[in-house]
C-alpha cells in the first residue's frame, strides 16, 4: 500500500510540473519575443506567483504563445502515432538485432528487395541484392509477388539480356515496348496466353544434344514433364530405359542434322537401322550405338515396354502445334541460345501447368539458354558475362520445373547469371525438385524472401528460427507484513516472429533473410508505387510494333 501511494505522489507530482512548465513557458516567449511583462519566479514558483496579489497579471500575448504551444504538441503527436507502427510485424521489426552485414544490400545493384522497416540506426534504406547474388522467393496466391518483385526485377535489368517464365501474361504487357528499347524480345507462347499463339520463330532443342549428357539433360526434362506432379514411377525400369533410348534417339537426329520429329517414326517402327547408322559413324558415338542396337535387338515384351514408354514422353511430336515453334518454317528467324547470352535481349516464355507439352518446350528452352550461357561465360575474362543475365523464373514449380536447377543455382552467381525463382510455397518447391533439391535450392541462394500466404508450420517455424528470440520482460508482485507490495523484474525468451504471425503477414511486408547478414522485415513496393511507374504506364499505353525479322525488333501479339 506504501509504494502505491508513493507511485501516486510521483505521478501528481509530474503532472504538476508539466502543467507548471505549459504555465511558465508560453509567458517566457511572450517575455522575450512579444514585449509582455518579465515572467516572475521559474517554473516551479509560477502557479504561487499567479495567485499572489500585486504580481502582474496574466499577459494576453501569452495566451496565443499557448495556443501555438499546443497546436505543436498535437502535431507532433499526430506525426508520432502516425509513425508508430501499426501492424505487430512492424512493431516486432524493431526487435530483429541489428547487423552491419545489412550494408552489403544497400550498395547492391541486383533486383529491389524492399525498404527495410527497421534499419541501420534511424535510417530505413531501401536494400537489393547484389549482381552475384541468387534469390528465392515464397509467397502464397495473391501476396504480389508479381508485381512487388518480378516486374520491377525485370523492368529496373536494363542491360544485359533478360529470361522470363510465368502463367500469365502479366509481366510480358508490362516489359514487352520497355525491353525492346534493349534488343529482341522472343515470346515464346505456343498456348497464346499473351498472342495469338502463331509461331513467329523457332528454336531448335537438338541444340542442347552436343553429346550424350546433354541429349540425357533434354530427355530427363521431357521425361519429367510428361508425368503429373509428384507421380511416382509404375516400372522404374521402363522409366530409366526409355528415357535413356530416347536420349539416344535425340543424339542421332542431332549428329544426322535432322529435325527433332525424326525420332517418331523411329519409335514407331523400334526396329529402323537409321539412327544406329547414324551413331556409329558419329565419332564418339560408337558406344551409344551398340547401346541403341541391344535395345533393338530385345525380345518383344521388354521392348515394347522401353519403346512405349519414350513414345509417351514425346507423345506431343506429332502435334503441329508444338512442331511450329522446334522445326522450322517459312520466313521464319531461329532463336540462338548462345548468341542471346551476349545480347540485350528478352526471353518471355509463357505456359500453364495443365499443359505439360508446352511445359516440357519451356523448360527445355530455359535450360538450354542457362547452359549456352554457363559455358560462354566461362569463356569470357574473369569466366563471368560482361553483362550479367538476369532469369526471372515467376511460378517456376508449375512452368520451368527443371531439376537439375538447386545443383547449378550457386554456382550461377559466379558466372553472372542472377535468377529470382518464385514459388507459391515451401510444398511446391518440393513438388517440383524433390524434399533434397528444395533443400539445396533454398541453402544456396544468397536472398530468400517470404512474403506471406504460407500455412505450412514447418516452413514458418525454420522462418520464426531463422528471426530468433527476444527477452520478454514481465514483472511480478509479492506482499509482506514489513515492507508491503514488492515488485520483481523477470524474462523469458520468445520467438521475435512466432508462426501465428508470420502466417498472418499482411500484403506489402516480407521477412528477407540474407547471407552474412540477420534476417529484416522489408517493405515491398509493388511496381505502380515504384520510381519506374510513369515509364511502365507511358510504354504500356503506346503501341506495340508488329513482329520483324530485325535484331531490335519485338515479337508481340498480331
Same mark, same amino acid.
Given at each position: 500500500?506504501?509504494?502505491?501511494?508513493?507511485?501516486?505522489?510521483?505521478?501528481?507530482?509530474?503532472?504538476?510540473?508539466?502543467?507548471?512548465?505549459?504555465?511558465?513557458?508560453?509567458?517566457?516567449?511572450?517575455?522575450?519575443?512579444?514585449?509582455?511583462?518579465?515572467?516572475?519566479?521559474?517554473?516551479?514558483?509560477?502557479?504561487?506567483?499567479?495567485?499572489?496579489?500585486?504580481?502582474?497579471?496574466?499577459?494576453?500575448?501569452?495566451?496565443?504563445?499557448?495556443?501555438?504551444?499546443?497546436?505543436?504538441?498535437?502535431?507532433?503527436?499526430?506525426?508520432?502515432?502516425?509513425?508508430?507502427?501499426?501492424?505487430?510485424?512492424?512493431?516486432?521489426?524493431?526487435?530483429?538485432?541489428?547487423?552491419?552485414?545489412?550494408?552489403?544490400?544497400? =550498395?547492391?545493384?541486383?533486383?529491389?528487395?524492399?525498404?527495410?522497416?527497421?534499419?541501420?540506426?534511424? *535510417? *530505413?534504406?531501401?536494400?537489393?541484392?547484389?549482381?552475384?547474388?541468387?534469390?528465392?522467393?515464397?509467397?502464397?496466391?495473391?501476396?504480389?509477388?508479381?508485381?512487388?518483385?518480378?516486374?520491377?526485377?525485370?523492368?529496373?535489368?536494363?542491360?544485359?539480356?533478360?529470361?522470363?517464365?510465368?502463367?500469365?501474361?502479366?509481366?510480358?504487357?508490362?516489359?514487352?515496348?520497355?525491353?525492346?528499347?534493349?534488343?529482341?524480345?522472343?515470346?515464346?507462347?505456343?498456348?497464346?496466353?499473351?498472342?495469338?499463339?502463331?509461331?513467329?520463330?523457332?528454336?531448335?532443342?537438338?541444340?542442347?544434344?552436343?553429346?550424350?549428357?546433354?541429349?540425357?539433360?533434354?530427355?530427363?526434362?521431357?521425361?519429367?514433364?510428361?508425368?503429373?506432379?509428384?507421380?511416382?514411377?509404375?516400372?522404374?525400369?521402363?522409366?530409366?530405359?526409355?528415357?535413356?533410348?530416347?536420349?539416344?534417339?535425340?543424339?542421332?537426329?542431332?549428329?544426322?542434322?535432322?529435325?527433332?520429329?525424326? +525420332?517418331?517414326?523411329?519409335?514407331? *517402327?523400334?526396329?529402323?537401322?537409321?539412327?544406329? /547408322?547414324?551413331?556409329?559413324?558419329?565419332?564418339?558415338?560408337?558406344?551409344?550405338?551398340?547401346?541403341?542396337?541391344?535395345?533393338?535387338?530385345?525380345?518383344?515384351?521388354?521392348?515394347?515396354? +522401353?519403346?512405349? =514408354?519414350?513414345?509417351? +514422353?514425346?507423345?506431343? !511430336?506429332?502435334?503441329?502445334?508444338?512442331?511450329?515453334?522446334?522445326?522450322?518454317?517459312?520466313?521464319?528467324?531461329?532463336?540462338?541460345?548462345?548468341?542471346?547470352?551476349?545480347?540485350?535481349?528478352?526471353?518471355?516464355?509463357?505456359?500453364?501447368?495443365?499443359?505439360?507439352?508446352?511445359?516440357?518446350?519451356?523448360?527445355?528452352?530455359?535450360?538450354?539458354?542457362?547452359?549456352?550461357? /554457363?559455358?560462354?561465360?566461362?569463356?569470357?575474362?574473369?569466366?563471368?558475362?560482361?553483362?550479367?543475365?538476369?532469369?526471372?523464373?515467376?511460378?517456376? @514449380?508449375?512452368?520451368?520445373?527443371?531439376?537439375? !536447377?538447386?545443383?547449378?543455382?550457386?554456382?550461377?552467381?559466379?558466372?553472372? +547469371?542472377?535468377?529470382?525463382?518464385?514459388?507459391?510455397?515451401?510444398?511446391?518447391?518440393?513438388?517440383?525438385?524433390?524434399?533434397?533439391?528444395?533443400?539445396?535450392?533454398?541453402?544456396?541462394?544468397?536472398? *530468400?524472401?517470404?512474403?506471406?500466404?504460407?500455412?505450412?508450420?514447418?516452413?514458418?517455424?525454420?522462418?520464426?528460427?531463422?528471426?530468433?528470440?527476444?527477452?520478454?520482460?514481465?514483472?511480478?508482485?509479492? =506482499?509482506?507484513?514489513?515492507?508491503?507490495?514488492?515488485?520483481?523484474?523477470?524474462?523469458?525468451?520468445?520467438?521475435?516472429?512466432?508462426?501465428?504471425?508470420?502466417?498472418?503477414?499482411?500484403?506489402?511486408?516480407?521477412?528477407?533473410?540474407?547471407?552474412?547478414?540477420?534476417?529484416?522485415?522489408?517493405?515491398?513496393?509493388?511496381?505502380?508505387?515504384?520510381?519506374?511507374?510513369?515509364?511502365?504506364?507511358?510504354?504500356?499505353?503506346?503501341?506495340?510494333?508488329?513482329? @520483324?525479322? =530485325?535484331?531490335?525488333?519485338?515479337?508481340?501479339?498480331?
Amino acid at each position: 500500500m506504501r509504494d502505491e501511494r508513493s507511485m501516486a505522489w510521483i505521478l501528481i507530482g509530474v503532472l504538476g510540473a508539466a502543467a507548471a512548465l505549459m504555465l511558465w513557458l508560453p509567458w517566457w516567449l511572450a517575455e522575450h519575443v512579444s514585449g509582455a511583462e518579465p515572467v516572475p519566479g521559474g517554473p516551479l514558483t509560477i502557479v504561487k506567483a499567479l495567485r499572489e496579489e500585486g504580481e502582474p497579471e496574466w499577459p494576453g500575448a501569452a495566451t496565443w504563445w499557448a495556443a501555438a504551444l499546443v497546436a505543436v504538441m498535437v502535431v507532433l503527436l499526430v506525426l508520432v502515432i502516425w509513425r508508430m507502427p501499426s501492424r505487430s510485424v512492424d512493431r516486432a521489426a524493431r526487435r530483429l538485432p541489428r547487423d552491419s552485414g545489412l550494408r552489403r544490400y544497400v =550498395t547492391g545493384k541486383g533486383p529491389r528487395i524492399g525498404r527495410v522497416v527497421r534499419g541501420l540506426g534511424n *535510417r *530505413r534504406p531501401v536494400v537489393h541484392a547484389t549482381e552475384e547474388d541468387q534469390i528465392v522467393v515464397v509467397a502464397g496466391p495473391r501476396t504480389g509477388k508479381t508485381t512487388a518483385l518480378a516486374i520491377p526485377a525485370a523492368v529496373a535489368h536494363d542491360t544485359g539480356p533478360l529470361v522470363v517464365t510465368s502463367n500469365k501474361r502479366d509481366i510480358y504487357d508490362h516489359i514487352v515496348n520497355l525491353r525492346s528499347a534493349n534488343g529482341r524480345v522472343w515470346l515464346f507462347d505456343p498456348l497464346g496466353l499473351a498472342s495469338d499463339g502463331v509461331a513467329r520463330w523457332w528454336w531448335n532443342p537438338l541444340q542442347m544434344t552436343r553429346d550424350i549428357r546433354g541429349a540425357r539433360r533434354l530427355a530427363a526434362i521431357w521425361n519429367r514433364e510428361s508425368k503429373d506432379p509428384g507421380a511416382q514411377a509404375d516400372n522404374a525400369y521402363f522409366e530409366a530405359e526409355g528415357s535413356d533410348l530416347l536420349a539416344s534417339l535425340l543424339l542421332a537426329a542431332s549428329s544426322g542434322g535432322l529435325p527433332v520429329s525424326a +525420332i517418331y517414326p523411329w519409335l514407331a *517402327r523400334m526396329n529402323d537401322p537409321e539412327p544406329v /547408322e547414324i551413331l556409329r559413324h558419329t565419332p564418339g558415338c560408337e558406344l551409344v550405338a551398340e547401346g541403341l542396337q541391344g535395345r533393338q535387338d530385345l525380345d518383344g515384351r521388354q521392348r515394347d515396354g +522401353i519403346f512405349g =514408354t519414350a513414345r509417351k +514422353i514425346v507423345a506431343w !511430336l506429332d502435334d503441329p502445334t508444338a512442331l511450329a515453334w522446334i522445326e522450322p518454317g517459312h520466313d521464319r528467324e531461329q532463336f540462338d541460345p548462345s548468341s542471346f547470352a551476349t545480347s540485350g535481349d528478352t526471353l518471355v516464355s509463357l505456359s500453364k501447368e495443365s499443359e505439360g507439352w508446352a511445359t516440357a518446350l519451356v523448360t527445355a528452352l530455359t535450360a538450354s539458354v542457362m547452359v549456352d550461357t /554457363e559455358m560462354k561465360a566461362a569463356k569470357m575474362p574473369g569466366g563471368r558475362l560482361q553483362r550479367p543475365m538476369l532469369g526471372v523464373l515467376d511460378e517456376a @514449380a508449375n512452368v520451368c520445373r527443371w531439376r537439375e !536447377l538447386p545443383d547449378l543455382y550457386s554456382h550461377y552467381g559466379s558466372r553472372g +547469371i542472377v535468377l529470382m525463382s518464385l514459388f507459391q510455397s515451401w510444398a511446391q518447391m518440393v513438388e517440383a525438385f524433390g524434399p533434397e533439391g528444395a533443400e539445396k535450392l533454398w541453402s544456396a541462394s544468397n536472398v *530468400r524472401i517470404y512474403a506471406g500466404g504460407v500455412s505450412d508450420t514447418t516452413f514458418l517455424q525454420r522462418l520464426s528460427d531463422l528471426a530468433g528470440d527476444w527477452d520478454h520482460p514481465h514483472w511480478s508482485r509479492s =506482499t509482506g507484513r514489513r515492507h508491503g507490495a514488492t515488485y520483481s523484474r523477470s524474462t523469458d525468451r520468445r520467438p521475435i516472429y512466432d508462426i501465428a504471425t508470420l502466417g498472418s503477414m499482411p500484403p506489402g511486408r516480407a521477412l528477407a533473410v540474407l547471407s552474412a547478414a540477420r534476417p529484416v522485415l522489408v517493405e515491398l513496393q509493388r511496381w505502380f508505387d515504384g520510381p519506374d511507374a510513369n515509364r511502365i504506364r507511358r510504354a504500356m499505353a503506346a503501341p506495340t510494333s508488329a513482329p @520483324a525479322s =530485325t535484331s531490335t525488333d519485338v515479337d508481340v501479339p498480331a
